[in-house]
Structure formats: structure tokens, C-alpha cells
């Protein structure tokens, strides 16, 4: 178990070193180089050569590569140039993580929560009109933009019918303590309970738009998976013997058909990731998605260069944790 | 005598016809029952009785159809300008429906249901061109990578995974971005660039299989020359799943050029419209006039629906597992 999970790691490591240098070289093969990038309309070719002499530009390519990567494994990304001017890159991430952190865990637990269940029983209640109903649902939540779902939620519950909060992370006016930057638990482990409820109002929305893709997958492999299962010989087997449902169901088939759920699980953060950046811009939810979107709009790289380097590094790093915990459940993957 | 003439009499020629006919159908039968008829014909016999194939089929060949006789139905050019008049900046800034606009006209004066009959071109084009240029990038590395093996199958793959631990959207958007005017090529390659590992690895796995396959083994005994090899005989057997990858990618395709279009990524120049960009254009009105986003948004949804439908039964239809 230990070489397994070493390996993996190494492996990891190699993804993120190619990952830096794809980065670097996207960051040379900017309109114009990184240099116009900084300077945007205020470039002359005084000011560009200097800038290229104090940046190291005028060096060879694998000298400049070692540079990037000392800099950045000291944290040093560079400033940001539109989205916050003079702000440090990393602490714009940082400072916008926990938003994202508790909008996904949110949308991750919605998608979990009725795509397994719902799943299970589709596939048990194969052909009927609740299984029919269920799979379409899914389908259609597949075909719809995420953006627009966000909206469409927004239009209805906040706007037309006046039930939930428009937008943001929580209303003007309250005066809230914040320990963790997440929002409900600072409510709770402070003991404010109205700005914990404030805050759950106004994540309810965001979250439920952020989730519709992570559940149409969770609950078609769920479907399917457990399909497969229930056709195994050991299930059959375990009728026969006059076990009880429950055991069955428990211990034979969710069990098992869990393995397959458990890695798209781990796959959907990538939705999420993605999702965040358009669902956060629809209801001005103050995380790393929106902050993308901005970069992206303002083309401030080196804002966008961490940002992208730290998403695929939370994408990479939950694939792994998920295939550690594959191998816990199930042996045969640790002999590979 | 007549007799001898060297026609045979007539009643013999009927009854050897009748006799092939009886042997082909024969064949044809126990063909059926053994599992001996092609994949791709037993695939379409299931296909054929499968009401959910059937309406993405359906939804597919209208919106083709409709692509292609967009300038002949749209009753207006969807650049001109015909309800500029009736816009006022304060109180009315998206015409309303009206005689000869059914749908009204956008933010520009310009006729809704003629820019989301030609938006249909633009479409079907950015689906099927991110598709097309997805599916020859992925096809050329999946190839190269299961047809030598070796290291070159691993330094292939290792490419493929580090451009997979990049969520896919997010490195469209990161594609989109490098270009410093956004257009609708820029768009298409994003898009197109994401799908490149996806494809790959999933040719490169069934190219593996065919490598071990009797079929190959055969080929290569009898010294049939390696390009011919991969050629012939692995590649047209290894692009089934592939194929039906494509036809979900057309899906996503449509669907990620709206949330491009949606962050500003994607073409600026709007006389020719696509429903995505229709749908972020429509971004400002959203509180006023929602209309202006749901019909291109419902444009989007049900083509996307229909390729996925479409693809999602011929992925079951061509899967050994469901195959009975």
C-alpha cells in the first residue's frame, strides 16, 4: 500500500512539473509576449527593453524556466495587473479559496446526496416511470449550460418569486466574525446563528446550479453500476441463501457497485472547478471562479497563471486521494 | 428437336432461384440468431426499435436540415436592422413582438427569429468543426501512441494525462485566452484542443486490443507490411468507441461555445449569429428581457439533448456488455 501511494505521488509531481512548464510556455506565447502583457498600452520599446532586462527575458529559455520555477516555489507569482493592480497574485487565490471551497463542498455534497439514492433506485426499479422520469431528468441536466441553469435559477427563486437572496456571499449590513473566510461555519463556531442562516440562504442557489452536471454523472454511473450488480452471480447467490434485503443491499450490491462512483466522484471537482467559474460569475459569488472569469475577461496573466496552476493542482491532488481511497476498498487495484 | 435447345426449361431456373433464395435467407437467419452479422448491422437493429435513438435521431436531422435551409426560411437578413426605429434607450430597449416579428427583434433592432434560424448555421459549423479537428488530433496521437507502443505510447500518454489534469472547460477557457482577438476560430480550437486527450486515449486503449487480436497476429504472419498493418487492420476496427465519442463531443461542443461566448471568449463580431453568442449577448437584459436568452438557450438544449440522446444509445448499442 505504502509503494503505491509513493508512486502515485511521484507521479503526481511529474503531472504538475510538465503542468509548470506548459504554463511557462503559455505564458511566453502571449499577443505580444509577457512583456506587452504587463504593459498593455503604455509600451515603448525604452520601456519594454528595460522591463525585459529587469524580468530576465533577455536570458536563454531553460535559464528563464529555473528562474520561474524558484520564484514560484517561493510563492512568487507576480503582481496582479488588472483584476486587483498590485495585489500579490497568491494571496488574490488565497484570499478567494474559501468562497470556492464551501460553494463546491456544498454542490458536491447535493450531487452525492440524490444522484446515489436517486440511482439506486432507478436501477432497482428498472422501466418504470420513476426510473424513466429520473433518467431523462439527467440527461436534460446534462444538455443545459451551467450558466444558464444559474441564471434560470436566479430569475425564478430570487427574482420573480422573491424567496431566496439575489446574489453575493451574504447581506450588506451584517455584521458577521470570520475565522475561517467559510462563511456558515464562521456562523457556527461563533455562535452567530443569523449569519450562519443568512449565509446558508444564500449559498442554497448557487450551489443547487453548481451541482446539476456532478449529479447527472453521479447518478448514471450510480444507475448503471448498480445494474451491472445486480445481474452478478454472488447477488443471486446471496438471494438463494435467504439473506435479508438490507444485507443484500448493503453489503453486496452498494458495496460493490460503489467503486465505479467513488472515482467519478473524484472526477466531477474538474466540473466543479470549471462550473465554479460560471455559476460564481452568474450570482457575484467573491471566489476563484469569478476571479478566473475576470482574469480571463481582463487578461491579467499573472493573476491566471495561478489560478490555473492551483486548479489543476486541487483537480490532481483529489484524483489522487480518490484512488488511494479505491485502493483501501479494493485490493486488486494496489497490485497494479 | 426444340428440346435440346441449351435453354433450360423454365421451371428449373425458378426452382434453383427459389432454392439460393431459400439458402440466403437461411444464412440470413441462423446469421441472426448466432451473432454472426456485423456489429455495426446488429447495432442498427436494436438501434432501429430504440425510441430514445430515435428522437435524438429526429432532433439531429431537423436541426441539420434547418441549418441548411436557414437563408430561405428566415424572413429577414439576421444583420439588417428592420426594428432599429423602435428602440428607446430608457423605456424600450429590446423591440417586443410585433406583425411580421413573431419574436421580436434583439438589443440591435435586428429580427430575433431570423438570427436563431441562420444562428443554427454557425452552430452546426462550431460543433462540427471542434469535433472534427478534436477528433483528427486525438485520432493522429491515439494512433502513433498504439501503433508503435513502447516509449512512444508512453510519452504520448504522458502528454495526454497532464492535458487531463487540467479540468476541460477551464483549459478552454485558458486556450481562448491566449488569443489576442477573440473570433470564432480562436473558439473553435479551444474547444477542439480539449477534446485532442480524450480522443486519444480512448483510440489508443482499442488500439491496444487490436494489437493482441488474432485478426493482427494473422496479418503480421503472413507479412503484411506494418503501416498496412495499422492502416488496414487495426485502426478501422479501433474507431467504433471513437465514433461514438464524436457524436457526444458535438454536444458539449454547442454547449461550451455558449459558456465561452458567456465570459466574453468568443467572437465579437455578431452579423452572423450562433446561439451561444446569442445567449451572452443576452447577458445585460437578463433581469428585463429574458426572453432574448431562453429561446437561443432552448436552441442549445434541445440539439445538445438530441446528440447526446443519439449518442448515448449507439455507446449501449455497440457495447459488448448490453449486447444480448
Known amino acids: ?75 512568487d507569482f507576480g503582481v496582479s495587473t488588472q483584476v486587483l493592480p498590485g495585489e500579490d497574485a497568491l494571496d488574490i487565490f488565497l484570499s478567494r479559496l474559501p468562497a470556492t471551497l464551501e460553494l463546491s463542498f456544498f454542490a458536491l455534497v447535493i450531487a452525492v446526496a440524490l444522484g446515489i439514492p436517486l440511482g439506486y433506485v432507478a436501477a432497482r426499479r428498472k422501466g418504470t416511470a420513476l426510473d424513466t422520469t429520473t433518467v431523462i431528468f439527467s440527461l436534460v ?126 472526477l466531477q471537482v474538474g466540473a466543479l472547478l470549471s462550473g465554479a467559474v460560471l455559476t460564481e460569475t452568474v450570482f457575484s459569488w467573491r471566489g476563484v471562479g469569478q476571479a478566473l472569469a475576470e482574469g480571463f475577461l481582463q487578461k491579467d496573466y499573472p493573476v491566471l497563471q495561478v489560478l490555473i496552476m492551483a486548479a489543476a493542482a486541487i483537480y490532481v491532488l483529489v484524483n489522487l486521494l480518490v484512488d488511494i481511497t479505491y485502493a483501501l476498498i479494493d485490493p486488486r487495484i494496489r497490485t497494479r | 428437336m426444340t428440346s435440346e435447345t441449351p435453354q433450360p426449361p423454365p421451371g428449373r431456373t425458378s426452382y434453383a432461384d427459389r432454392r439460393k433464395q431459400r439458402l440466403d435467407a437461411l444464412a440470413a437467419a441462423s446469421a441472426d440468431e448466432e451473432g454472426g452479422v456485423s456489429l455495426i448491422l446488429s447495432a442498427w437493429r436494436r438501434l432501429r426499435r430504440n425510441p430514445v435513438f430515435l428522437v435524438g435521431l429526429a432532433i439531429t436531422v431537423t436541426f441539420v436540415v434547418l441549418a441548411i435551409i436557414a437563408p430561405w426560411l428566415a424572413p429577414y ?3 439588417a436592422r428592420p426594428l432599429l426605429d423602435d428602440i428607446r434607450p430608457q423605456s424600450n430597449p429590446v423591440p417586443g413582438p410585433e406583425p411580421g416579428h413573431p419574436l421580436g427583434g434583439d ?26 479537428f478534436g477528433l483528427l488530433g486525438g485520432v493522429t496521437l491515439g494512433t502513433i501512441a498504439g501503433a508503435f507502443a513502447g516509449w512512444t505510447d508512453s510519452l504520448v500518454m504522458r502528454i495526454v494525462d497532464v492535458m487531463l489534469s487540467i479540468p476541460s472547460l ?66 478501422p476496427n ?41 445567449l451572452g449577448a443576452a447577458q445585460p437584459y437578463l433581469g428585463q428581457e429574458p426572453h432574448l436568452a431562453f429561446y437561443p438557450a432552448a436552441c442549445i438544449i434541445v440539439v445538445a439533448l438530441g446528440f447526446t440522446l443519439m449518442g448515448e444509445s449507439l455507446r449501449e448499442a455497440l457495447d459488448p456488455k448490453t449486447r444480448r
Open chain 2, 238 to 278: 479501433a474507431l467504433g468507441p471513437v465514433i461514438v465519442q464524436a457524436t457526444l463531443v458535438l454536444a458539449v461542443a454547442i454547449i461550451d461555445a455558449a459558456a465561452l461566448s458567456f465570459l466574453g471568449l468568443g467572437n465579437p463580431d455578431d452579423r452572423r449569429p450562433e446561439w451561444g453568442q446569442m
Open chain 2, 77 to 79: 437578413d439576421p444583420a
Open chain 2, 107 to 132: 438589443d440591435k433592432g435586428r429580427d430575433l427569429l431570423s438570427r436563431l434560424l441562420v444562428g443554427s448555421q454557425q452552430t452546426l459549423m462550431v460543433g462540427v468543426l471542434a469535433t472534427l
Open chain 1, 1 to 75: 500500500m505504502l509503494r503505491f501511494v509513493v508512486r502515485r505521488l511521484l507521479q503526481m509531481v511529474g503531472v504538475l512539473l510538465v503542468l509548470s512548464l506548459l504554463v511557462f510556455v503559455w505564458l511566453r506565447s502571449l499577443p505580444g509576449g509577457p512583456v506587452s502583457a504587463l504593459l498593455g498600452e503604455r509600451q515603448t520599446e525604452a520601456r519594454r527593453e528595460a522591463l525585459e532586462q529587469a524580468l530576465g527575458l533577455d536570458q536563454p529559455l531553460p535559464v528563464q524556466y529555473v528562474r520561474f520555477m524558484q520564484r514560484a516555489l517561493q510563492g
Open chain 1, 141 to 266: 441536466g446534462v444538455a443545459v449550460p451551467v450558466f444558464f441553469t444559474a441564471f434560470l435559477l436566479k430569475y425564478f427563486f430570487a427574482v420573480e418569486w422573491n424567496l431566496l437572496p439575489v446574489s453575493g456571499r451574504q447581506s450588506i449590513g451584517l455584521d458577521a466574525t470570520r475565522v475561517t473566510g467559510l462563511f456558515v461555519l464562521d456562523g457556527i463556531l461563533t455562535r452567530e446563528w443569523d449569519a450562519a442562516w443568512d449565509a446558508l440562504k444564500h449559498l442554497v442557489l448557487p450551489s443547487l446550479a453548481l451541482a446539476t452536471i456532478p449529479f447527472a454523472v453521479v447518478f448514471r454511473i450510480t444507475r448503471a453500476s448498480v445494474l451491472d450488480v445486480l445481474d452478478e452471480d454472488y447477488v443471486r447467490t446471496a438471494e438463494a441463501k435467504g439473506l435479508t434485503a438490507r444485507v443484500i443491499r448493503g453489503r453486496h450490491v452498494l458495496r460493490n457497485a460503489m467503486l465505479p462512483v467513488v472515482t467519478t466522484v473524484g
Open chain 2, 170 to 235: 477551464l483549459l478552454a477557457f485558458t486556450i481562448a485566452a491566449l488569443a489576442s482577438s477573440p473570433s470564432q476560430w480562436t473558439l473553435i480550437i479551444a474547444i477542439a484542443t480539449v477534446q485532442v486527450p480524450i480522443f486519444a486515449r480512448l483510440l489508443r486503449g482499442s488500439m491496444l486490443g487490436q494489437r493482441a487480436s488474432d485478426h493482427v497476429l494473422a496479418a503480421r504472419s503472413l507479412g503484411v507490411k506494418p503501416h498496412a498493418i495499422v492502416f488496414r487492420h487495426m485502426l
